[in-house]
């Protein structure tokens, strides 16, 4: 029966290739995985180098052109009736807590910023992903918003004067600014956007066995502590050095939720303060 269950091949899984070099990202996929021993063995891929919207039409289509069976990215109607939602919002729901990355000449223009009227009344420009969620939250805020399909194209944009902010989720700005060497590039203290945009796991409409296994895991990872130790392992530095709790937040709405998670993006934000205040506790 040993020799049986050794020849047995481990399961291949395909991560998009952002979220394969994020080791955040990275070890909360394979501790969902961890937590599942019954689904049997497993190893981690790294996909094609695509963007955002070649990866989730990719996974909704299941055209198996390219490998790829795990996506993580922020949620949307629309993304929640094509594809296999896993609905734990995979950072506490910090994605959805923005910081701008700017010229270290810009940092004045935001000083006196404090709320949505000033944000607009500015002449700022946020730059952003043409197929995140986030561009469409801006501008349905009034904000005005420069796009690209390239993620790293975005930080040459920046350099390039074509926008003023390339707004990042506090859970990623520094890790761009270490792997895309923009130590050039400084993070603005004074701002935090706030909006509901939990970001979940995703998979092929048709892989319900990944989902399954993938939301079991975290699930068992939330019962047993190890989320919350997870959380606390990757994202209690940024949200200490980003001193969150002494940014002016800008609340924005976010029209393009499902009920499931508006409620749950509701939660983060209501939540905010005690949120912080977890992630920079003594552990």
Request: hydrophobic residues 40%.
């Amino acid at each position: 029966m040993a020799n049986a269950q050794a020849d047995v091949e481990p399961r291949h899984y395909t991560l998009w290739y952002r979220n394969y070099d994020n080791p955040a990202t990275y070890a909360l996929v394979e501790l969902a995985l961890q937590k599942t021993p019954e689904y049997g063995e497993f190893a981690i891929h790294r996909s094609q180098e695509i963007t955002q919207g070649r990866a989730l039409r990719e996974l909704a289509t299941n055209s198996r052109s390219l490998p790829l069976d795990i996506a993580n990215v922020a949620t949307t109607v629309e993304r929640e009736t094509a594809l296999n939602t896993v609905p734990v919002p995979v950072d506490g729901g910090l994605l959805g807590l923005r910081v701008c990355l700017v010229l270290p000449e810009n940092v004045d223009r935001f000083s006196e910023i404090d709320n949505i009227r000033d944000l607009r009344a500015s002449d700022i420009r946020i730059g952003q992903g043409a197929h995140w969620p986030d561009s469409s939250i801006l501008k349905a805020n009034g904000v005005p918003v420069i796009t690209h399909t390239r993620y790293e194209i975005l930080f040459r944009m920046l350099r390039n004067h074509r926008f003023d902010c390339f707004a990042r989720g506090v859970s990623e700005v520094l890790y761009d600014q270490r792997v895309q060497n923009a130590e050039d590039l400084v993070i603005e203290p004074h701002l935090l956007l706030a909006y509901p945009m939990p970001s979940y796991l995703f998979t092929s409409p048709e892989d319900h066995a990944t989902a399954q296994r993938l939301q079991l895991g975290l699930e068992r990872a939330i019962e047993d502590g190890s989320f919350g130790n997870y959380l606390r392992t990757w994202y209690s530095r940024p949200v200490a050095e980003l001193q969150l709790n002494k940014r002016a937040i800008i609340r924005l709405s976010n029209p393009f939720l499902s009920e499931e998670s508006r409620n749950i993006g509701r939660h983060v934000l209501k939540n905010l303060d005690r949120r912080i205040d977890l992630l920079t506790a003594p552990h």
